[in-house]
Each structure stands twice: as C-alpha cells, then as structure tokens.
C-alpha cells in the first residue's frame, strides 16, 4: 500500500510564492513523482515530475522558470517550489507516484496523469488579490 499525503496549499497573491510538499511511501526502484493540477471545468495537467533514480525532471511549458521541483531522501518527500505565482496557476494540486518508470536500465519520469496509479488526496492553491 502506497500511502501520499501532500501539504502546503493555501492562498497567495499574485506574484507570491508558496511551496507544496509531498510524503510518499515508495519502496520501488524506478519510481517517479509528479505534482498534476485540476482547475474547475479542465482536464488535470502535468506540472512537474521528478525520477527517483537520477533526479531528472520535467516542466510543462506554463511553469517552466517559475516552479522547481526536488526530491530529498528516506522518507521520500518531494517539494514543489512555486515563485512568480498567477492567477492561472489556481487550482487544486495533486501529488502521484507509480514504479513503472524504467528505460534502458535508468530511471525517467512522466507528466501523463494515466500512468500513475497512486494519488494523494490534493491541495487547494488560490492565487488572488
């Protein structure tokens, strides 16, 4: 059983910062984490995701130079650090993780929410003045 609680969602100004957090109990070799957003009336998007091998990541185009994405160690925690916020980036944030993610015996990660099967329950963010 894979157990994922996230943390850190609230509410911020424009241009303010605000950093999530995400506990997972990952036991895999090649794992991956990904932070996916949901606004009300869209499709759930992939933000961010890190690998658990080399920690290479992934940015969607909409974050790109304003979100950072780490990892630290056992306990797996990964962190979404999120600086120059908008009012777009209102929505509810979700953590997710899966094993499947091996590739010429390295390890990558994935923005596509169908490939990951174990969510965390989600973090409000709203940002408005």
């Known amino acids: 059983q894979v157990h994922i609680v996230e943390s850190g969602g609230g509410l911020v100004q424009p241009g303010g910062s605000l950093r999530l957090s995400c506990g997972a109990s990952?036991?895999?070799?090649?794992?991956?984490i990904g932070w996916f957003r949901q606004a009300p009336g869209k499709e759930r998007e992939g933000v961010a995701c890190?690998?658990?091998?080399?920690?290479?990541?992934y940015y969607s185009d909409s974050v790109k130079g304003r979100f950072i994405i780490s990892k630290d160690g056992a306990p797996i925690r990964v962190y979404l650090q999120m600086n120059s916020l908008k009012p777009e980036d209102t929505a509810v944030y979700y953590c997710?993780?899966?094993?499947?993610?091996?590739?010429?015996?390295?390890?990558?990660?994935?923005?596509?929410?169908?490939?990951?099967?174990?969510w965390g329950q989600g973090t409000q963010v709203t940002v408005s003045s």
């Open positions: 997710a993780t899966d094993g499947i993610f091996e590739r010429n015996g390295g390890s990558w990660c994935s923005h596509n929410a169908s490939e990951y099967d174990y």
């Open positions: 990952v036991t895999w070799d090649y794992y991956a």
């Open positions: 890190i690998s658990g091998g080399d920690d290479s990541t």
